[in-house]
């Protein structure tokens, strides 16, 4: 009976490996889940990227759909997503803020002026207000409606394809 126990037993642990695997490879690596989908954005005011311009704030949301990147100067990543959210700003209607995480601010006050603005506001974050929003890293990008509700997290740099097959969707079924 103990020999028999002894082959089924590794047998089983092997069986729910294999199972556990093969579950996992089913699901989509790039999508994290977040608590706070679906839940208002946490209140927050981080002041400018640059003296004399506005810094950003959950007030900046209220009342319009709006698209919040997360984004650092020293982050490759964020320098690849760049040329799509300069897109998605000039040819869209819809708002687009920047949190500044973790950056030095005149390395990130160079790194606008080199690569565009494609933000109307940009708040310099220390880490704080990316840690209530959930940020595991940058480049992160979120989608709020007009009551200033999560809706949508992307994990990584924005593409051209997801703009067109997730942002834009979303963004136009929310306005209505």
Known sequence: MIRRWLFVLPAGVFVALLAGFYLG?????NALPSPLIDQ??????????????????????????SVVNAFASWCAPCREEHPVLDALAQN???AIYGIDYKDKPD???????????????????????????GVYGVPETFVVDRAGRIRYKHVGPLTDGDVARTILPLVAQLEK
């Open 40 to 65: 208002p954005a946490p209140p927050f005011a981080l002041p400018p990227l640059a003296e004399g311009q506005p810094g950003f704030s959950s007030a900046d949301l209220a009342g319009h759909v």
């Open 92 to 94: 869209s209607r819809v």
């Open 107 to 133: 390395a990130a006050r160079a790194w606008i002026a080199a690569l565009g603005n494609p933000y109307r506001r940009i708040g310099a974050d220390d880490g704080r207000v990316g840690i209530d929003w």
């Open 25 to 29: 490879l089913g699901r989509d690596s």
